[in-house]
């Protein structure tokens, strides 16, 4: 080779190295090295091959002299030599393979009519990561040592420019999971029902999720970066604002969890509000304590559901609660026996005339109240308070094989609770109740409309409790034949006379109820 050809592939080589180390695209890397190899060493097609996750050397790239990708039939080279560069780590020249002893016989230099072959390792570290194989299947000879040294240093520049692209490859991929896993926790961190809020150890708000923003009533913009203490101060109007600033430096100071910290606060974009709040610790690897988590619940229309649901108690029986699925409430009823008591409390007409409507009605709800005590002591089911008097059965909805000795105490109870609540008050606010029971048949179920339902009891022997209660005195249990004939061994009664109750054909045969028995 001419000085002047040498000096030429030099500055060619200096220009493609600069090119190589210029680029961390892996394959525009490839392509480059391929074309600057064949035109510098004359070769009619160049190969590049890269060891793979399992070892394998496969090729990358092949091109021809007109800078062309070969396709899988011209990709016809010679394994024998390959592995020999891989093997010792040399490269491999040969003028004409045909010929050469090194290679003679080699079942694939035959049938591919290989001659001119030069191949070099690329080295990383001292460990063979591929080869640049380039021949020449028409002319013997092509391929000289000067071009072999040339291709030595090539390749080794460009073996470290592919190591470069494939630690760069290896980076991007990496930092493509992690910000797929940033997207994710981003996704997941929003779409947390409850609020989340970080801060470092200075108190400022490093994340805040959608849902803590909601509840605050504040924009992303107005949380993060600003101090606990500023956003809250701003967000809350009462004092309990400050109980969280203890709680946060409690966590920092103790690196102990709080949870179920609950304040009712006031916000100045939604009033009042009940929060719940967990306070964590946030800790490095080190297991020291860089800020405080806050999960914050949103207890506002939960509370309101349970106040709610407080007052229906109030209102129904919690028994008759307990049987309703509120996806499957229909009009309608079921036949069942049971055990209906009425309780009216008597000369109560006349004594509304004597009080203003407010004393009127917190003396009778202490009467009522009373009465309702007793009914519920005893698991009876509370159907509704008719103005003075109460309505009540038992055996249902859960079956009670005592339910009728069960209305018999409820009514002694009553009238108990009665003499209780006399000693307590005026004399001029003393009154009775007089209380009527009866067994039959009854249909419960909700009546109404699909807008207003009520769950009650519905039949004759409803009808029939009513018309005994209306005949009883002050003080006075009545109860009817058949409900007597369940409890007659248990209790202490005496006959009346039959009782001729607005429509009823026959009288009502009925007992007086005076107490139990000393064993009941």
Not at 82 to 107: C, H, K, M, W, Y
Not at 108 to 127: D, E, F, H
Not at 268 to 295: C, E, F, M, W, Y
Request: hydrophobic fraction near 45%.
């Amino acid at each position: 080779m001419t000085h002047t050809a040498r000096t030429d592939n030099l500055v060619a080589l200096t220009d493609i190295i600069q090119a190589i180390n210029s680029s961390l695209e892996i394959d525009e890397i490839l392509r480059i090295v391929m074309d600057t190899i064949i035109r510098l060493t004359k070769a009619e097609r160049g190969f590049l091959m890269l060891r793979n996750e399992t070892g394998q050397f496969v090729t990358r790239i092949a091109r021809n002299w007109e800078q062309e990708s070969l396709n899988a039939s011209e990709s016809a080279i010679s394994r024998t030599v390959i592995n020999r560069v891989v093997s010792d780590g040399q490269p491999i020249l040969t003028t004409n393979a045909q010929e050469d002893p090194r290679f003679g016989g080699q079942e694939s230099i035959i049938i591919y009519n290989l001659r001119s072959i030069l191949c070099v390792p690329l080295m990383a570290k001292g460990t063979p990561t591929g080869v640049i194989y380039a021949d020449n299947r028409i002319h013997a000879g092509i391929f000289t040592e000067s071009e072999r040294d040339l291709l030595v240093t090539f390749a080794n520049h460009a073996a470290v420019a592919l190591e470069n692209a494939r630690l760069f490859e290896s980076v991007r991929r990496t930092l493509a999971e992690v910000t797929e896993l940033k997207n994710l926790m981003d996704n997941v961190f929003a779409s947390i029902v409850s609020g989340v809020i970080t801060t470092d150890m200075q108190h400022r708000i490093l994340l805040a999720n959608r849902a803590a923003q909601a509840i605050l009533g504040r924009e992303n913009q107005e949380l993060l970066g600003h101090p606990l203490e500023e956003v809250f101060a701003q967000s809350i109007h009462i004092p309990e604002a400050s109980e969280i600033f203890h709680e946060v430096e409690a966590v920092q100071r103790t690196g102990q969890h709080i949870v179920g910290k609950e304040l009712n606060i006031h916000l100045p974009a939604r009033g009042d509000v009940s929060l719940s709040l967990n306070l964590s610790p946030l800790k490095d690897a080190a297991s020291s304590t860089q800020g405080v988590a806050i999960v914050v619940d949103d207890l506002t229309e939960k509370k309101r559901l349970e106040a709610q649901r407080r007052l229906f108690e109030r209102m129904v029986s919690p028994a008759v609660i307990s049987q309703l699925d509120p996806d499957k409430l229909s009009l309608g009823g079921k036949r069942m026996e049971i055990t209906t008591l009425f309780a009216d409390v008597r000369g109560f007409t006349g004594f509304s005339e004597q009080l203003s409507a407010e004393a009127l009605v917190a003396i009778l709800n202490r009467y009522l109240a009373a009465a309702a005590e007793a009914v519920l002591a005893q698991e009876g089911t509370i159907d509704k308070f008719l103005g003075d008097a109460i309505m009540a059965w038992f055996n249902a909805p859960l079956p009670q094989t005592d339910h009728t000795l069960r209305a018999v105490r409820s009514a002694l109870a009553i009238r108990a609770a009665v003499q209780r609540l006399q000693h307590q008050m005026p004399v001029e606010s003393h009154l009775s109740f007089g209380v009527g029971i009866y067994f039959g048949e009854a249909v419960l179920g909700l009546v109404g409309t699909e807008k207003r339902m009520e769950y009650t009891a519905i039949g004759d022997s409803v009808n029939t409790a009513k018309r005994i209660q209306e005949h009883s005195q002050a003080n006075q249990i009545l109860i009817g034949e058949q409900a007597y004939v369940f409890v007659a061994d248990k209790v202490e009664a005496r006959p009346i006379e039959p009782i001729h109750a607005k429509g009823k054909r026959e009288p009502i045969k009925a007992y007086e109820i005076i107490g139990l028995k000393k064993e009941f």
